[in-house]
């Protein structure tokens, strides 16, 4: 009715000034931080990359100039490289010759080279001339012969130094066993490293130095800028070196993104699918013993969790100012529009037949001299019409009371009353009692002023009903029994409620006769609920028939069965007391039933539908 009223147009076009700015203002300030942060984020890990690869670089000079120890004392008699250069191949040595025991300065040397970094795991000397494999894991040396073990070479195809992917530790093939040592329990990375015979390409030796990932950790750690950022080290063929959170750890990286750009040392570029959404950074690295590639996965929820809290702040200014709008709207609106809804109110009253109506003028603008003009009018029309209305309402009124004094119950009460007397003078009180129960009827029934009454009022009417049929079909062949609660007594419902139900029982249930007969009334209060039951031992109701009555009550139209007596009880109920009353109706060979169960709503409002 007021979708289109102008007190509604007015409050949207206010909410529509305060929305739109302030909605293009969130969006323009969300956009723009969201850029700024972003060219911010590449910058600032653009230079935690090229500081995490210098630092990295750094690391794995250490680790080569460490291993590269090996060559020095080359012309010393005794040193590490002359005791490995001193190795025969014993095919080649004629019968007799021993070997120099050179066990000694290995071991020191492995040691001292152990002793250089922190983070050494475990270190393999492999001896190509006698195929000899020297360990030295956890402080313990261990050499053996090893004619299975085959040198990892190069993935480039190259002769040259190289850092192998992450692995689980392993003894390079060896047999001997180190005390507490669980092979397979530490994730590392090798670095792996030919010996030659200098100044040729011969290669004499073949050094692996397994290290922790302590230190590779670390400086992973520096290039970070929060716990859900993820950072890679991988080398050229895509083999995982580091991993933050250890997926991928020794594995290729298969995802989508991490096929880089080729020919270019650093950069970024955005990713959005099921597997990440956020900018993915890269720096390349080329050091002597390692190649591949630092990169960076910055989720945009990270990214960009600061653009969304000043969105968040900006948004609840903005919902505060809309909350401030609309108060002022509905306000403004309110008492621009509240002369309108008076006067269509006071129409209103008028279109229904208040003609006395009259409407507080409460300004001095246009609206109120529309208003008052408009009761002028409306009191002038009344005045006209006011004495042909009275006169067609006393004229019915005047019709209404002849035709009442036609039928005066109270005549046919005094009657029955006079013949209910004489036939005491003549000695026939059944014939007293039986003229005393129909009179009683007919007072209940035709005492139009009252619609409703009291349920115990309702029995005493059914008795004296029955006493009347008991005396047409027979005293010995009907009896009524009558079990109620006193609380349910006292229960208001419509008149004549019961009565149709009992007349039903002697139109169909004791159609072929009565013999035997009875008919039960119960009541008791149940739920908030007054629930009467109406049975009787006749002969019952077909199942078609019951099917056919229920689904005209279900319809709330005339069936054939009920007529006016069942869906009138229904809709008295439903109209007088509460539309949540019902009408149960059970049949079958044995008799049947008739349930009423009415909510029990309060005496002020069941008084009300009762006068309506």
């Known amino acids: 009715m007021f979708k289109h009223s102008i007190r509604n147009r007015l409050m949207a076009l206010i909410l529509l000034a305060a929305v739109i700015?302030?909605?293009?203002?969130?969006?323009?300030?969300?956009?723009?931080?969201?850029?700024s942060?972003?060219?911010?984020?590449?910058?600032?890990?653009?230079k935690l990359l090229t500081l995490g690869a210098a630092n990295l670089d750094n690391y794995f000079q250490g680790i080569n100039q460490r291993a590269l120890s090996v060559y020095s004392g080359i012309n010393v008699q005794s040193s590490f490289y002359t005791s490995i250069l001193s190795v025969k191949n014993p095919n080649t040595l004629p019968k007799g010759t021993v070997q120099p025991d050179n066990r000694n300065i290995v071991s020191t040397q492995l040691y001292n080279l152990f002793l250089a970094d922190r983070n050494i795991f475990q270190i393999h000397l492999y001896v190509r001339a006698n195929k000899q494999s020297n360990t030295l894991l956890q402080g313990q040396f261990r050499r053996e012969y090893n004619p299975r073990y085959t040198p990892l070479p190069n993935p480039s195809g190259s002769v040259r130094p190289f850092v192998e992917a992450t692995h689980m530790d392993h003894q390079y093939g060896i047999k001997s066993g180190f005390p507490n040592y669980k092979a397979g329990a530490t994730p590392v990375f090798s670095a792996h490293y030919p010996i030659f015979r200098t100044p040729s390409d011969e290669v004499i030796a073949d050094l692996s130095i397994d290290f922790r990932l302590t230190e590779l950790e670390d400086i992973a750690k520096s290039m970070y800028n929060s716990d859900i950022e993820r950072l890679y080290i991988a080398d050229e063929r895509g083999n995982v070196l580091y991993a933050s959170g250890g997926d991928w750890i020794g594995k290729p990286i298969e995802a989508g993104w991490s096929?880089?750009?080729?020919?270019?040392?650093?950069?970024?570029?955005?990713?959005?699918?099921?597997?990440?959404?956020?900018?993915?950074?890269?720096?390349?690295?080329d050091s002597k013993i390692f190649k591949g590639n630092i990169i960076k996965l910055v989720p945009y929820e990270d990214l960009y969790s600061d653009a969304r809290t000043i969105s968040r702040i900006n948004t609840g200014i903005g919902v505060l100012f809309l909350i401030i709008a609309g108060i002022a709207g509905v306000l403004i609106s309110i008492g621009f529009t509240r002369p309108i809804k008076q006067l269509i109110s006071y129409t209103q009253k008028v279109q229904i037949g208040q003609?006395?109506?009259?409407?507080?003028?409460?300004?001095?603008?246009?609206?109120?001299?529309?208003?008052?003009?408009?009761?002028?009018?409306?009191?002038?029309?009344?005045?006209?019409?006011?004495?042909?209305y009275r006169l067609e309402i006393a004229n019915k009124t005047n019709q209404l009371k002849v035709l009442q004094a036609q039928v005066n119950p109270h005549f046919l009460y005094n009657a029955l009353q006079?013949?209910?007397?004489?036939?005491?003078?003549?000695?026939?009180?059944?014939?007293?009692?039986?003229?005393?129960?129909?009179?009683?009827?007919?007072?209940?029934s035709m005492t139009m002023g009252e619609t409703q009454a009291t349920l115990q009022s309702e029995i005493e009417h059914m008795e004296n009903y029955v006493i009347l049929q008991r005396e047409r079909f027979g005293e010995e062949n009907l009896r009524m029994d009558v079990d109620v609660d006193e609380c349910a007594r006292a229960v208001i419902v419509p008149k004549m409620i019961l009565q149709p139900l009992?007349?039903?029982?002697?139109?169909?249930?004791?159609?072929?006769?009565?013999?035997?007969?009875?008919?039960?009334?119960?009541?008791?209060?149940?739920?908030?609920?007054?629930?009467?039951?109406?049975?009787?031992?006749?002969?019952?109701?077909?199942?078609?028939?019951?099917n056919e009555v229920r689904s005209s009550l279900e319809r709330m139209?005339?069936?054939?069965?009920?007529?006016?007596?069942?869906?009138?009880?229904?809709?008295?109920?439903?109209?007088?007391?509460?539309?949540r009353s019902q009408l149960l109706l059970q049949g079958g060979e044995g008799g049947a039933e008739v349930v009423l169960i009415i909510p029990l709503e309060d005496e002020g409002s069941r008084k009300e539908k009762g006068t309506e």
Request: contains cysteine; charged residues 25%; negative net charge.
């Open 21 to 35: 700015p302030a909605g293009v203002s969130v969006m323009f300030s969300y956009l723009y931080t969201k850029q």
């Open 37 to 46: 942060v972003t060219e911010q984020a590449v910058e600032q890990n653009r």
């Open 259 to 285: 096929k880089l750009p080729q020919g270019k040392e650093r950069g970024h570029f955005s990713w959005n699918n099921k597997e990440f959404k956020g900018i993915i950074m890269y720096k390349h690295m």
């Open 355 to 388: 003609l006395d109506a009259s409407v507080d003028s409460v300004s001095e603008d246009e609206f109120g001299l529309l208003a008052r003009k408009i009761t002028d009018m409306t009191r002038t029309i009344n005045d006209l019409i006011l004495q042909e």
């Open 418 to 444: 006079s013949i209910a007397t004489l036939s005491l003078r003549y000695n026939a009180p059944k014939i007293y009692d039986l003229i005393y129960s129909l009179g009683s009827m007919m007072r209940y």
């Open 502 to 546: 009992v007349e039903n029982i002697f139109k169909h249930g004791f159609q072929d006769g009565i013999k035997d007969g009875v008919i039960s009334i119960t009541g008791k209060l149940e739920e908030e609920c007054l629930v009467i039951t109406v049975r009787d031992n006749g002969r019952g109701i077909t199942g078609e028939r019951l």
């Open 557 to 579: 139209e005339p069936g054939e069965y009920d007529g006016i007596g069942l869906r009138n009880v229904l809709s008295r109920l439903r109209l007088q007391i509460s539309e």
